[in-house]
């Protein structure tokens, strides 16, 4: 099910479907999960809505709106709306076997029907929307769960609010709905993105001075904190963080995760931000000496096994330690597997594995893309004892290639160029290797968008080692007739 966004659509026009009468929950509660899709320049909102039924009237319990085109698989408690709609209660009876659902929508809505006081309806569709560069064109679908605890019957209603142009193609499939609520602790290989209020069941340590919160955007105080999370790169996005004005110095907070089970070896991997003239230490969470040293952590990730070197990444189960730039280039890299959307370009299998269920990260460069556009890609986790060799495999195949290119970015407002390949190199993954000095501390990969469509370029199986090695290819081959100098970044990342 989709929103097409496309004209005689306008901007704030909303698009309806409702379920049929829910009983109330017992227990626990329970978990709705659905999938979404949400790509395109113009994006709008989603919004999901919990219909009561009152003696009166309706009201809307506002449950999330989704501002970004991701959002991560964790538990979001319900909060409620007090503010009664106009609309008059239902005279609908409850289906007592409408407890648990599920609907794919691969031959029908299923219980679902469109809203008739909306503007326009949702859509079903079993391939790409009509609309280039927006919708399930990019391939992007990602899961939500919501914990649903209700005294008193009640409905669902997906609502789709068309952005500020066509671009803006909303997709929705798989919603479930099962007793119990979701999950949102720690396994030994979930990422806690901390979007959640519940902070995935981390707690609070009641003997230490003072708390740490939940944010987005920028902190409360200026020259300190970050301006956006870690996940998304964006004010939308959560992290947590220290509050270090009106603490004093010296003064601790702790956050300690749920119990988890023994284990032989695990790694435990996290993004922390500590900017700020006063910062302390994030190893004990001390605030510093004044009020500009505010620390933030997003993304803990606890898995099995070592840590092993975080710039590596075969992208098999995401992109590892490598980040997107969310605001200072003009589109971002795409996970892929098998062929790419444009015939005549890019690969059809990944290098790790070697077939079409392999993943690998790519520039998809047709439309909206434009010459010239560039995709930027960041790890400043690069640590090397001695100097060493930044290994990777490329593919560059189609009439019309731009530039793959590599920068140590350690200054980040002076990135330097120390590797770059352009033009057609037929349909091959090719080894490239780049000779790294010990102080380098980020690396970016950038790749730049040649002529037209037939431009795909994409990277599989990096690797850094302490081994040193001689640039391959042993000359640097940059497009005259395209930028290939990056954006200049606004501040460090890490």
Same mark, same amino acid.
């Given at each position: 099910? %989709?929103? *097409? ?19 109330? /929950? ?12 949400? =790509?395109? +320049? ?25 501002? =970004? ?15 009664? /709609?106009? /609309? ?5 009876? +409850?289906?007592? +076997? ?23 309806? &949702? =859509? ?48 929705? $499939? ?36 003072? $708390? ?9 105080? !200026? ?5 956006? @999370? ?17 603490? =004093? *110095? ?18 435990? *991997? ?41 710039? $590596? ?13 969310? !605001?200072?280039?003009? %589109? ?23 077939? @079409? ?6 520039? *998809? ?21 001695? $100097?060493?060799?930044?290994?990777? &495999? ?19 407002? +002076?990135?330097?160029?120390? &590797? ?27 790749? /730049? ?43 460090? %990342?890490?």
């Amino acid at each position: 099910m %989709f929103i *097409e966004a496309s004209a005689p659509r306008i901007p704030g026009d909303t698009a309806d479907f409702v379920s049929e009468v829910f009983e109330r /929950t017992t227990g626990t509660g329970r978990c709705l999960r659905f999938w979404y899709h949400m =790509s395109g +320049a113009g994006m709008g909102t989603l919004n999901i809505y919990l219909e009561k039924r009152r003696t009166v009237a309706y009201v809307q319990a506002y449950m999330h709106m989704f501002l =970004s085109s991701a959002y991560p698989p964790e538990a979001i408690p319900l909060s409620y709306s007090t503010t009664p /709609t106009t /609309t008059a209660p239902s005279t609908t009876s +409850a289906n007592p +076997a409408l407890s648990v659902i599920f609907c794919n929508f691969d031959q029908s809505l299923c219980s679902f029907t469109q809203s008739r006081t909306d503007d326009f309806d &949702w =859509s079903w569709n079993t391939a790409g929307t009509s609309s280039t560069g927006t919708g399930t064109l990019a391939n992007q679908w990602y899961e939500a769960s919501v914990n649903v605890k209700e005294s008193s019957q009640f409905k669902l209603e997906f609502t789709g609010v068309r952005g500020v142009s066509y671009m803006g193609d909303i997709a929705l $499939d798989d919603i479930s709905m099962s007793s119990g609520l979701c999950s949102a602790s720690l396994s030994p290989t979930t990422l806690c993105t901390f979007e959640s209020p519940v902070l995935c069941n981390f707690k609070q340590d009641a003997t230490d001075d003072f $708390d740490w919160s939940q944010r987005s955007g920028s902190t409360s105080t !200026s020259g300190t904190g970050p301006t956006d @999370d870690h996940t998304y790169g964006s004010p939308v996005g959560a992290y947590i963080y220290i509050e270090a004005n009106g603490e =004093s *110095e010296g003064n601790v907070a702790r956050l300690i995760s749920p119990s988890m089970s023994r284990t032989s070896g695990s790694c435990v *991997e996290f993004w922390y931000h500590m900017y700020g003239k006063g910062t302390g230490n994030l190893t004990v969470s001390t605030v510093g000496s004044s009020y500009t040293g505010d620390i933030a952590v997003d993304d803990v990730i606890v898995k099995d096994g070592g840590c092993g070197n975080p710039t $590596d990444c075969n992208f098999e189960q995401g992109l590892c330690l490598w980040r997107n730039e969310n !605001s200072n280039d003009d %589109f971002d890299w795409l996970l892929g597997t098998g062929s790419t959307t444009s015939r005549y370009t890019g690969p059809t299998v990944d290098h790790t594995i070697g077939t @079409d269920s392999g993943s690998y990260l790519f520039m *998809e460069a047709s439309a909206p893309r434009r010459p010239g556009d560039v995709t930027q890609l960041i790890n400043s986790a690069v640590n090397l004892p001695s $100097d060493g060799c930044f290994v990777f &495999w490329y593919h560059m195949f189609g009439g019309n290639i731009g530039t793959l290119s590599i920068y140590d970015n350690t200054k980040v407002n +002076a990135p330097q160029l120390l &590797w770059a390949q352009s033009g057609d190199k037929q349909d091959n993954w090719l080894n490239g290797r780049v000779p790294l000095n010990k102080n380098v501390k980020s690396v970016m990969i950038q790749a /730049t968008r040649g002529l037209n469509h037939l431009g795909d370029i994409a990277i599989d199986d990096i690797l850094v080692v302490t081994s040193p090695c001689t640039l391959f290819p042993s000359s640097i081959d940059v497009l005259t007739t395209a930028p290939t100098t990056p954006a200049t970044t606004k501040k460090p %990342f890490g």
